[in-house]
Structures are given as C-alpha cells and as structure tokens.
C-alpha cells in the first residue's frame, strides 16, 4: 500500500505568504493529479502558536535566516509563519482536499521547530504519523510539498530511519534554496531514497 504525504501546501509557503517558496504555487495542481494514483493521500500542517521560538521576532537583535542555538539544536530563524487559526495556515484553496484522510499538525510546542511530518527536530515527540500509516498497511511512502530543503527533505529521511520504502517526487516539491534541495536529494538518495520525477507515477 502506498501512501501520497502532501507537506505543508499552505498560503504562508506560495508566491504572497509570510515564508515564499519561490513558485511553491506550481506544486498545487501537481499535487491533484498525483492523489488518484494513491491507497492513502495525507497532508501535513505547520501550526505555530504565536511566538514560536523557530521565529526571528521572538529573538532580540536578531535577524530573519540567521542560525542559532535553540535549545541545543541548531535553528534557522523564520519570518512569523502559519501562525494557528490564520489564513496563512490554511492549506492553499485550489489543494484539492477529497482524498486527504488525515491532517497532521507540527510545530505547535515554542520551544522546538518541526519540519519532519513524523517528528520534531530533536526527536523527541512524534507526531503519530508513523503509526497512523502503519495501522493502514502503509509500506510505501511518496513525499511531495512544500519546502523541499526544509519540511518535505525531513519528512523524507525520518520516513526512512522508520523503515518506509522512501520516495521523494522531486518536481512535486519546490525550494527555499536551490543548492540546499540539490544536496537534499542527493543525501536521501544515499540513504536509500528513490527519487522520481511526477510523470512517473501518473
Ligand atoms: C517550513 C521553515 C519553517 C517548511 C516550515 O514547511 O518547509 N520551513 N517552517
Ligand atoms: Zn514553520
């Protein structure tokens, strides 16, 4: 049984959003012709209190896209995004949401940022994700969405390190940063990823 994970394919991540991901729009209608082709379509959600420590505004003196240490993890700090309850957070409206049999939501603790759909960034807690595929015969993963080199790359290695069959449909997902999604794929790929283009799988 193979499984569509649709990653954060909200307002905030397209052309006009708090946290752009350039032409992150075109992974829309890709998104919908791909889910006839699936047992299971699920979408994730980055839902963020306000304040999240992931944001730049919640740190004085310093700056949107710098790095620090966040509780022991390394942290890219973020424009305010996919704040809870706000239109931004709202998967995109032409995200044909038929077949979505399950949302899950991330990044709500403020103290860790979650790109990964399964866990957060310390592994620490899960999200459920994992045995809500398992428990529907789910051995087979595609991951698609929104950003590549960030949430969708994440999703895409903890779904091997659990023991998924990985693929990541590298043109169903667009980049914050070109080399970053270059370097993501090639690292999913050494860890056993496949890496399809989306005609493949229509
Ligand atoms: C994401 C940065 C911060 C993503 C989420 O969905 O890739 N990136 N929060
Ligand atoms: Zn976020």
């Known amino acids: 049984m193979k499984a569509l994970l649709l990653i954060d394919i909200q307002n905030d991540f397209v052309p006009g959003g708090a946290l752009a991901v ?15 082709h699936f047992d299971l379509v699920v979408a994730t959600q980055d839902w963020h209190p306000a304040g999240h420590h992931s944001f730049a505004s919640a740190h004085a003196g310093r700056e949107v896209f710098e790095t620090i240490d966040l509780h022991g993890l390394p942290q890219v ?24 049999e399950a949302i899950f939501r991330k990044g ?14 310390g592994h620490r807690k899960s999200t459920g994700l994992a045995d809500y595929l398992r428990g529907k015969g ?19 290695k903890d779904a091997l390190e659990l023991g998924f069959e990985t693929t990541l449909i590298t043109d169903a997902a667009r980049p914050i940063n070109a080399e970053g999604y270059a370097q993501a794929q090639a690292d999913v790929q050494q860890r056993g990823g496949k890496l399809l283009g989306f005609h493949d799988l229509l």
């Open 138 to 156: 789910i051995k087979q993963v595609y991951v698609a969405g929104l950003a590549g080199d960030y949430c969708v790359y994440f999703t895409a």
């Open 22 to 36: 350039p032409a992150g729009d075109t992974v829309v209608p890709i998104a919908n012709r791909l889910q006839p």
């Open 108 to 121: 709500t603790d403020p103290d860790i940022d979650s790109y990964s759909g399964f866990n957060d960034n």
């Open 77 to 100: 700090l973020w424009p305010d995004h996919c704040l809870q309850g706000t239109p931004g957070a709202e998967l995109h409206p032409q995200l044909d949401q038929r077949r979505i």
